[in-house]
Nanobody, 117 residues
Framework: QVQLVESGGGLVQPGGSLRLSCAAS??????????MGWFRQAPGKQRELVAI???????NYADSVKGRFTISRDNAKNTVYLEMNSLKPEDTAVYYC?????????WGQGTQVTVSS
């Protein structure tokens, strides 16, 4: 079993920046293939992919965040980060960390990001 602990959400003005962190409770970066990243869900909408990193290092982004968001990882800390720049009101959502490994699909509790003036 793996627990994911998210942090870094909050209220920010349009054009501002936030960094989200997701720490896994045990080492996952070395032992097996995985994908780890962020999804988001706005009120009345389905959950959607924001950005993921695959165990080989490949990253994938939603078109709506390309050029503004950057996903990165720190293997030593079992942590994935999402750097969000040039935030827009439409980025407002609950952001969920996700980890998928062989035999497991894990979610964090979610962190609220609100972009508003």
């Amino acid at each position: 079993q793996v627990q994911l602990v998210e942090s870094g959400g909050g209220l920010v003005q349009p054009g501002g920046s936030l960094r989200l962190s997701c720490a896994a409770s045990r080492s996952i970066f070395i032992n097996s293939p995985y994908t780890m990243g962020w999804f988001r869900q706005a009120p009345g909408k389905q959950r959607e992919l924001v950005a993921i990193v695959i165990s080989g290092g490949t990253t994938n982004y939603a078109d709506s965040v390309k050029g503004r968001f950057t996903i990165s990882r720190d293997n030593a800390k079992n942590t994935v980060y999402l750097e969000m720049n040039s935030l827009k009101p439409e980025d407002t959502a609950v952001y969920y960390c996700n980890l998928r490994v062989v035999g497991g699909d894990y979610w964090g509790q979610g962190t609220q990001v609100t972009v508003s003036s």
